[in-house]
Nanobody
């Protein structure tokens, strides 16, 4: 059983900052890539940023240079520092965690979604 707790969303003015956090808990063989996605009513859910266990990162072009993803493997926690926010960053932000479990000598890969946290940026 895996549980994900997101926090840090809210309202910010354009040019401002917010920091999202995602804490994962549960039982797994390994906690793998963690990522932030976002979705607003007008678009499909899109990848914002991801980070591997080793710390390799990937960003959507729209957030490069403004957002920074990080994680602490000892705490199973990931953060998204969002600076220079724009109104188009307004969306529900979802945490996604990929993890592996071992069962009957086989390793199975799963992913789990958080419930989302609202980010609203006013102009």
């Amino acid at each position: 059983q895996v549980h994900v707790m997101e926090s840090g969303g809210g309202l910010a003015q354009a040019g401002g900052s917010l920091r999202l956090s995602c804490a994962a808990s549960g039982s797994w063989l390994s906690l793998n890539t963690m990522a932030w996605y976002r979705q607003n009513p007008e678009k499909q859910r899109e990848l914002v940023a991801s980070i591997t266990t080793e710390g390799s990162t990937n960003y959507a072009d729209s957030v490069k240079g403004r957002f920074t993803i990080s994680r602490d493997n000892t705490k199973n926690t990931m953060w998204l520092q969002m600076n220079s926010l724009k109104p188009e960053d307004t969306a529900v932000y979802y945490c996604n965690v990929e993890f592996s479990v071992e069962r009957d000598t086989y390793v199975y890969d799963y992913d789990y979604w958080g419930q989302g946290t609202q980010v609203a940026v006013s102009s």
